[in-house]
């Protein structure tokens, strides 16, 4: 089926304008990914804003020229900037002042400052059901998963094309058919203990990711709702390690109440029955420095802290001072309660580098040391910082991540799955 | 041999050795915008130049920044003389979607069958405006 288009959608595609430039874009993808029509979307979040080189700000820049601006509510993913001033990043003139123009470029076009990729956790939370075009892996598989709004996984300047004309392809996880679960992954074998602890779910995510790839998949096993941050980390970990864009878990995600309600057949196509050995193996499979003796750094908050997520570091810490730095990457929206009663100070003076508005993996923050060390209790940096820092990575919990701070060298806690 | 393909972005014909790929790549992370080499250590063909060649790809994975890393080697002069794919891919091709809206000369991207790619490994290849792949000669 060829696409088609309403006549008003094909009176803004002739335009000369900003917009007109927007929706042939818009088109034009809807047309590769063989959509009928195009459907009004709620909101976006927008990953485009990232600095990945000049030409992505001279394309911003030409869309501000034209007088766009976005038609519904758009947040903005983390730029290459910490505009808060609390970090120092190491981005050279001129691509620094590129970096710039391109965050103040989308500011024009009326998106919102949050500069965060939890969104979802500064504010920005679409409705059961409705169809929104949001950008950034983690923020999509959360979005649909978790909030059950409707979104494919939507690609630089896609997002802000969609922004621009509110509308978005009418293809992939904006039709109910396409939501529903084939594969079934049974966690009922693991520990209660374990899947109580903390690193349970990015070390589920990794694996979960790793052997649905794109499918999509239910959870089932899970006795009790490990909360908003624990599904944020197996999100991120799963969006990282496959293509994930939406995963179920039965009784705890909105449109799988249970399992038969989410299911495309009456059986699925196939179950993946997790064993402790598996866990382990993808535990151990997110590291890369297995036999460090020493650590040079700790980075978390990827996808960015919670407030929750700060008081566990802060009681943590409990007072001490840290041997080599930890990096909390946040958004401003947690940012601003930090500041209010003192943390962020307290936090600072024991060795914490709060990192706002960016992230350590996506723009130059940590010293350049050639064969460092990181720890990181976040399977998404696990997964990236090698590729993108140089530093080698050893996964653990948030509290062997603080022991370890204290002492500069790394200590596990072994946790039975 | 030769064969017509179908194509999926309009661009500029183009000519070139061809770079048959044996596994998918995610260009952010995966390809140096500044330099179109295959910068991903654990891909195949790490090292190679994807800059004017006719590249063959079994399919890309990974970050929704794939569309800028090609825009950014397009802007740089330092794209692939042409693209083969045996699917669309929408994530990677906006790069070009977008490159041409803002006036750039871009390469075309093309569709060939899988199971054809083989045949053109190391060959060098014109592809032309109407998406016919020859031989050069």
Request: contains cysteine; hydrophobic residues 45%.
């Amino acid at each position: 089926m060829s696409l088609a288009l309403s006549p008003q959608e094909q009176s803004i595609a002739e335009g000369q304008d900003g917009a007109g430039m927007a929706m042939r874009i818009v088109a034009e993808s809807a047309r590769l990914l063989g959509a009928p029509r195009l459907i009004p979307i709620a909101s976006t979040h927008i990953d485009g804003a990232l600095y990945h080189g000049d030409s992505g700000t001279l394309f911003a820049e030409r869309l501000v020229e034209g007088g766009a601006k976005v038609a519904v509510r758009s947040t903005l993913n983390v730029g290459a900037l910490d505009l808060m001033g609390c970090s120092r990043i190491r981005l050279e003139e001129p691509r620094r002042g590129m970096a710039r123009r391109m965050m103040e470029a989308y500011r024009k076009l009326g998106c919102e400052q949050s500069w965060t990729c939890a969104p979802y956790q500064a504010g920005h939370r679409p409705a059961l059901g409705s169809d929104v075009a949001w950008g950034e892996s983690n923020a999509v598989v959360f979005c649909n998963s978790v909030l059950g709004a409707r979104t494919n996984r939507y690609g630089d300047f896609l997002d802000i094309a969609c922004a621009i004309v509110g509308r978005a392809p009418d293809y992939g996880l904006h039709r109910p058919e396409n939501r529903l679960a084939r594969l079934v992954f049974d966690v009922s074998d693991l520990s209660p203990s374990f899947l109580a602890s903390e690193i349970a779910w990015p070390v589920l995510g990794s694996l979960y990711g790793r052997e649905v790839g794109n499918a999509i998949g239910i959870v089932t096993g899970v006795t009790f709702h490990p909360g908003e941050d624990a599904l944020k980390a197996f999100g991120a970990a799963a969006a990282s390690s496959g293509a994930v864009g939406l995963f179920h878990i039965a009784g705890v995600t909105p449109e799988a109440p249970d399992v038969e309600t989410i299911l495309a057949g009456p059986e699925p196509e196939a179950v993946i029955r997790v064993a402790p050995d598996m866990v382990a193996k993808a535990r151990a499979g997110l590291s890369t420095a297995a036999a460090a003796k020493t650590i040079d750094a700790v980075a978390i908050g990827s996808p960015h802290l919670s407030n929750a997520e700060f008081d566990s570091l802060e009681r943590l810490i409990a007072g001490r001072r840290l041997a080599v730095p930890i990096y909390a990457c946040t958004g401003r929206h947690a940012l601003a309660l930090l500041e209010l009663d003192g943390r962020r100070k307290r936090l600072e003076a024991s060795g914490v580098v709060i990192v706002a508005d960016t992230c350590v993996v996506v723009t130059p923050i940590m010293p350049d040391l050639g064969n460092g060390v990181l720890m990181t209790n976040s399977g998404k940096f696990a997964h990236y910082a090698p590729g993108n820092t140089g530093y080698a990575v050893l996964y653990a919990s948030l509290a062997d991540c603080v022991e370890s701070a204290v002492l500069g060298k790394p200590v596990f806690t072994e946790i039975a799955a | 041999m030769s064969a017509t393909a179908e194509i999926l972005v309009p661009g500029k014909a183009g000519e070139g050795e061809a770079l048959v790929l044996t596994a998918p790549i995610s260009f952010w992370g995966g390809v140096d915008p500044r330099t179109g080499r295959i910068a991903d250590v654990r891909h195949p063909q790490h090292g190679e130049v994807i800059s004017g060649r006719v590249l063959f790809l079994p399919g890309t994975i990974g970050s929704s920044s794939a569309s800028a890393v090609l825009m950014e080697l397009v802007h740089n002069g330092r794209a692939p003389a042409a693209l083969v794919l045996h699917e669309p891919d929408a994530i990677l091709l906006l790069g070009l979607i977008v490159a041409r809206e803002m006036g750039w000369e871009t390469p075309m991207a093309v569709r060939v069958d899988r199971g054809a790619f083989d045949a053109y490994r190391g060959e060098a290849l014109t592809v032309a405006a109407d998406g016919a792949i020859t031989l050069a000669v």
